[in-house]
């Protein structure tokens, strides 16, 4: 007996799958926030998150369809915080498995 299939299957999300997470690391007197660009959890959108939500009107995250979005609204994020008295301490690029 012959089996055709005319669609193909369905493929599986690798077990490891390595992403890239952009960290900023702010300082004000003895006050530390942290400022993460990346991909959300189903890689369908941009998130930014801020630990602690500095401003608390603010969500805890916000979500871009692209990343050119995603990277203007971190410069207002961070120019808001410098007109606040925050400094840029620490940047880091890490890869993450999820």
């Known amino acids: ?7 193909s299957p369905v493929p599986l999300p690798p077990t490891d799958r390595h992403l890239r997470v952009m960290r900023w690391t702010f300082t004000r007197e003895d006050e530390i926030l942290v ?13 930014i998150r801020i630990d602690p939500a500095w401003d608390v ?3 805890p995250f916000e979500l871009f369809d692209d ?7 971190h ?3 961070e120019r808001q915080l410098v007109a606040q008295g925050w400094s840029l301490d620490n940047f880091e690029s890490d890869r993450i498995t999820r």
């Open 35 to 47: 400022c993460e660009l990346g991909l959300n959890r189903d890689e369908s959108a941009y998130e």
């Open 67 to 73: 990343a050119m979005s995603a990277f203007q609204r």
């Open 57 to 59: 009107a603010d969500a």
């Open 1 to 7: 007996m012959a089996l055709c299939i005319t669609e």
């Open 75 to 77: 410069a207002e994020i």
